[in-house]
């Protein structure tokens, strides 16, 4: 069944010009149709009106690809690719049903305003609805940027972001997400990972970070405790730059606050030349032994296969973004002195040789007040390795920080 976003309109006779192509007037009204259409579909054409909004244009974009001509059948689609607290964006496709041919796509800001004209939240069972495509594993999913994010959202209560590492998902935090009661877990695949899109293009710790502003934005979560595993935690220092504000409390796992040297940089590069070459499996089985500890190779083989399938299934666009991301991410050594006053838990596995205990001390060492745990027979990815000893580290930690 096609998503309620999806609106088929018939182009007429008295909608177009002396040559018979549809105007540009006539194309607005068209994409205004198709949102009023789909809000019949869903929550209602009175849904803004019940939450005492109405949602005024701010800005259009409209870039036309081809003409249309009466008799032709467009199916627009309608995404949000922005979810404020007071406004959102709604990227609107037309493309002509018999040939699937684009026709125009269009871009609205719009800022919802009560009767004095005054800025109001966007009502939340608008942005419910919008964001309402459930994956194919069950997970919600969530339009930021102009990509659809897979999350899961699990519990209510202080909320908690969990950001995976390369090349894994949102997988490896289900101990988490099952035992953390009493907050609001939030896990998603970041971009080109697990069941989230993958562009092309669009890879970049700082589009990560934007991204999972715009997850908080949308899921109405003013701040959170940011829990990120070796890229994830890539990714949380420079969320830290841009919303120093929106961090509660940070957690680190198996992650380096160093820039890559000259040596990793290449061994970035080649790793994205098997991918491109080989695909997602050779990347998973020259990554495995890298990853897991000999304790959980040889004890544990169902989260060696678990592992292995997470990292398996990766797109390969979002295997070489991701790469290019670390290759080109900046030093965040400078930054740990100036994380004082904001609580910080620095995890690593034992037997992790990728980023070692020696190196998560120095970094430990460098936030002031942080604490320090090691996880015993775990490698680079605790959380999965060693479960119930990383959830318990992790509920005593956010019981410190409120």
């Not at 964001?131 to 940027?145: C, E, F, S, T």
Request: with cysteine; glycine share 10%.
């Amino acid at each position: 069944m096609a998503h309620p976003g999806e609106i088929d309109l018939l182009v007429y006779p008295d909608e177009c010009d002396a040559f018979g192509h549809l105007n540009q007037a006539s194309f607005l009204s068209l994409f205004e149709r198709a949102r009023w259409e789909m809000l019949v579909r869903g929550p209602g054409m009175d849904v803004f009106t019940r939450a005492g909004a109405w949602p005024a244009v701010r800005k259009t974009t409209i870039d036309y690809h081809a003409a249309a001509f009466p008799g032709d059948v467009l199916r627009f689609h309608q995404a949000l690719t922005h979810h404020g607290r007071t406004s959102f964006t709604m990227r609107q496709t037309a493309r002509r049903t018999r040939d699937d041919a684009p026709i125009a796509t269009a871009e609205f800001v719009f800022v919802c305003i009560n009767h004095d004209g005054r800025p109001v939240p966007v009502p939340v069972e608008f942005g419910d609805f919008m964001h309402a495509r459930p994956g194919p594993g069950g997970a919600q999913r969530m339009i930021v940027n102009g990509v659809s994010l897979a999350v899961d959202v699990v519990g209510d209560g202080p909320a908690v972001l969990f950001v995976h590492g390369y090349p894994f998902n949102r997988g490896i935090w289900n101990d988490q997400l099952e035992r953390l009661d009493g907050y609001r877990r939030i896990a998603p695949d970041l971009r080109g990972m697990g069941e989230s899109d993958a562009p092309d293009l669009g890879y970049g710790m700082g589009t990560y970070a934007a991204d999972l502003a715009a997850l908080l934005d949308a899921l109405g979560a003013e701040d959170a405790v940011l829990c990120g595993l070796s890229m994830g935690g890539y990714v949380a220092f420079e969320f830290l730059r841009r919303w120093r504000s929106r961090v509660r409390g940070l957690i680190l796992i198996d992650t380096r606050a160093e820039a890559d040297s000259a040596e990793a940089r290449r061994a970035r590069d080649a790793s994205a030349a098997l991918a491109r070459e080989s695909g997602a499996e050779a990347v998973a089985d020259a990554m495995l032994p890298k990853v897991l500890s000999d304790t959980t190779r040889q004890r544990s083989p169902e989260a060696v296969a678990r592992l292995r399938g997470i990292m398996a299934a990766t797109p390969v666009a979002g295997l070489v973004g991701a790469l290019a991301a670390m290759r080109d991410r900046p030093d965040s050594t400078g930054l740990l002195p100036t994380l004082a006053g904001l609580p910080t838990l620095v995890i690593v596995g034992q037997e992790d040789t990728l980023t070692p205990p020696d190196a998560a001390r120095r970094m430990a060492g460098a936030i002031p007040g942080a604490r320090l745990a090691v996880v015993d027979g775990a490698a680079h990815v605790p959380p999965l390795e060693r479960p119930h000893e990383t959830t318990a580290l992790i509920r005593d930690f956010l019981r410190l920080v409120g």
